[in-house]
């Protein structure tokens, strides 16, 4: 070989030799990278072995199958004993998917809520936004809103009471009692004196225009529907007399009193409320209805009635009768039809004493008086009407619109409230169920506001939420009331370990390991071929350098001779 041709190998050797070594190192390299690549699988894989996940174990029975979802906690069933189970942040704000945000925007309810409870009106729209929204069918959204709207769920109260219901105006209400089997009532007096005087019933088709002599009987069935009507001429009248040239007796008015007035309200209060749906508002409102009644009969005479007077003081005393008609024992009869409260008549000369003293109470007018002040209390006592004046007001005296009654039963008041009557139609448990949920969720909203997020939907999305203390569980409890708090404290809401993403993991690590170790495979294969390869091209340069040099060498001998 020429030294030319020697030297051209030598530096192809070189060359060649140096490729190699750089192929090496590069490979090495791709190994160390699969060696890392390894580790984190390794870790990955050792950590997906304390995966967890949430499920749903109502029952207690370890039931891992039921994963936690939005949808269990938010729609009525077994699963949530009927109560919705709200996901809350930490200012206490429900969260809401887009749908029931949507319904608590159409209810006007803002997202920091109302901070109390509203109307039936407001729940009642908000039933109508589940329903327009798909979240409820339109049947059962008829059955919830002909409910009572139960403002105690949630706060402590117990299930909707099973009445569904329907609204209307004094004719509805009248009709619902005059077909109602508890309207009857049988008015009984039997306190008569031996001096003469006595106690009466007097009823009958134009009954105030009866003598008082005649057509009055001891006993009477009453009709509440009839008593709150205006348009029928009969009248009920409680009227007692005394003898001639006596003070009507105080046993007469202490039983009209202490028996006949009470056993009457007790029967307007329960016939009423056998009409309308009874729950803590209209308990109230019945409460200060009788309140206000009995003091119009018995106790608010004004400032003439001493600390000490009782009702026969003043009725019976000299001079202290309360609206005084003319000296016709019958004109105490024909007046009570114009009067809230007891009508007197009595000898103007003689005062009570003397021929045709006598006293009645219309038992219409109390019926209306009473069913008024019901009607007050509801809609509220600041009511005034067109002209500044008190809407509604009942107190001793005459009636009608100019004077010091106005009651609901007058042709200026008749259809200006709206009645909840119960219509007695049946409900299922499972509707009154659903009702005292999207009540008690309602609720919920009103008094506490409102968040929207539609992420809530996603099942893993809500587990990382609440695992990370993000959003929180809130409850009702045994008492009635909500409670927030931690996942881990809700007895059904179980942490169990994710079995499936646990095998999920252990097959992904192992794949991966085998395409790594494949990889590395490769890898010292190329490596040991090159190593092969370099240990071949290191052999030849020793060979063509050591042959370079002993031509290098003859040469100089050569000339040098």
Known sequence: ?????????????????????????????????LSRQLADLSNEYENSLNQTKLVYDYYGTGDSTTPLSYNILMTPSALNDYMPVTITDSAGRVTLDSKYAAAARA????????????????????????????????????????????????????????????TGDINDL????????????????????????????ITGENSPNL???????????????????TDTEDQVIIRFTSADDERIPSNQIEYINKNVIPNFLNWIEESLGSALIVDDATEEAFAMARDQIEQILFADFGD???????????????????NETDTNRDASVRNSVDYVGFVYSKNKKRKMRGRNSAGAINLNNIAQAFLTLFVKAMDGWSKTNSEGEEKYSVSLGKRGKDTDNRLVTDNELKYSYTYTINTGTSVSSDDLA???????????????????????????????????????????????????????????????SDDTAIAQAEAKYSTEKTKLNAKEEEIDLKMKNLDTEISSLTTEYDTVKNTISKNIEKSFKRYNA
């Open 107 to 166: 209810a006007g309810i803002p997202q920091e809520g109302l901070g109390t409870l509203p109307s039936d009106s407001t729940r009642n729209k908000f039933i109508e936004g589940l329903y327009n929204n798909g979240l409820i069918t339109e049947t059962l959204a008829e059955k919830i809103q002909g409910l009572p709207y139960n403002q105690t769920a949630g706060f402590g109260g117990d299930i909707t009471v099973a009445n569904s219901t329907t």
């Open 211 to 229: 003598n008082w002599y005649e057509n009055y009987t001891q006993s009477e069935d009453l009709n509440i529907a009839d008593l709150l009507s």
């Open 304 to 322: 003439s009635l001493g600390e000490n007077d009782t009702l026969y003081d003043k009725i019976s005393s000299e001079g202290s009768a309360y």
């Open 174 to 201: 009248i009709s619902y009692l005059n077909n109602s089997t508890t309207s009857l009532y049988t008015l009984k007096v039997d306190e008569t004196t031996s001096n003469g005087g006595d106690i009466a019933i």
């Open 1 to 33: 070989m020429g030294l030319a041709a020697g030297q051209a190998r030598l530096l192809s050797i070189t060359a060649r030799k140096s490729d190699c070594e750089y192929q090496s190192m590069r490979l090495s390299h791709q190994k160390i990278a």
């Open 434 to 496: 659903q009702s005292t949920f999207y009540d008690a969720l309602f609720n919920q909203i009103c008094a506490n506001g409102w968040t929207e997020n539609d992420n809530i939907n996603d099942s893993d999305y809500l587990q990382q939420m609440l695992q990370s203390g993000m959003l929180y569980v809130t409850k009702v409890k045994d008492d009635g009331y909500y409670y927030q708090g931690n996942y881990a404290t809700d007895t059904y809401i179980k942490e169990i």
